[in-house]
């Protein structure tokens, strides 16, 4: 089942606060996870703003962000830190998870099943009631302070058998799922974004709702808004439209010849 609508006002926000336009009741949940010292799962397609979605929270909080993209060669040490030969002498060197926790900041793994299987077991200490972090090679054992908080995300429609959160893994968190907005609040954030009046996105929104409703093409990712900005941002440029869109949506999205020919199909009904 998809987000429910809020009707409760929004507060205004702070300058400094990224954009970000809230798809339902993804925010109140947030910042009850984290009054609560809960740890957070980010459930989503890529490109469908969950990245802009913490930094947009963590700037409301008032707590500093520190975002982590994982990738296969990512180690729980790359996460807690290291000795490190400086001067002669080896010292210490905290890493970005150790670093969050001395802080009391947020710590966002963003796509954490491409990381090697140990970085999981050494947040499970930070995901209960312990929540804490162990240091094996220094001794320490850190006590997360009340501010700190653990999000992690991923694409479970991208993930295979071979790269999967584990369930007990996955029970260590409270799950929000994101998805792609509906047209007119994509038709907003894009806007937005890129600066390009409306009108001119408006045929960018209603391509990326056809192409995500395809069924016969083999896309390995549907068309994200981060395109679309890509797209509009190129559009208000003064590149042309339809060149804009090979460039920033057909292309990244395909190599393969005949899923191309049919993207530019519907470039061509939908720009003419």
Not at 22 to 44: D, I, M, N, S, Y
Not at 146 to 158: A, R
Not at 196 to 220: M, S
């Amino acid at each position: 089942m998809g987000p429910v609508t809020s009707l409760r006002p929004e507060p205004p926000e702070p300058d400094d606060v990224p954009f970000y336009l809230p798809q339902g009741e993804e925010c109140r949940l947030f910042e009850t996870a984290h009054a609560l010292r809960l740890p957070v799962l980010l459930k989503g397609p890529t490109g469908c703003g969950k990245t802009r979605f913490v930094a947009y929270m963590a700037a409301r909080l008032g707590r500093p962000l520190t975002t982590v993209s994982c990738h296969d060669d990512l180690t729980a040490a790359d996460l807690t830190g290291r000795h490190l030969l400086k001067g002669g002498e080896t010292v210490w060197a905290d890493g970005p998870l150790t670093k969050a926790v001395r802080q009391g900041g947020i710590c966002y793994l963003d796509e954490v099943v491409e990381a090697r299987k140990d970085v999981t077991v050494v947040l499970h200490p930070l995901t209960d009631d312990r929540r804490f972090l162990p240091l094996e090679r220094t001794g320490e054992a850190l006590e997360a302070p009340p501010g700190f908080m653990l999000v992690v995300s991923y694409n479970p429609g991208y993930q295979n058998l071979l790269k999967s959160l584990k369930p007990s893994t996955r029970q260590r968190f409270i799950a929000i799922e994101l998805d792609f907005p509906k047209p007119e609040q994509e038709l907003r954030i894009v806007a937005a974004e890129s600066g390009l009046a409306a009108e001119g996105v408006r045929p960018l929104v209603n391509l990326a709702t056809r192409v995500r409703a395809l069924r016969g093409i083999d896309l390995e990712e549907a068309c994200s808004t981060r395109l679309l900005v890509y797209a509009a941002s190129l559009i208000r440029a003064g590149i042309p439209p339809r060149a804009a869109v090979e460039h920033a949506v057909i292309e990244p999205l395909s190599d393969d010849a005949d899923v191309k020919a049919g993207l530019r199909d519907l470039v061509q009904a939908g720009f003419g």
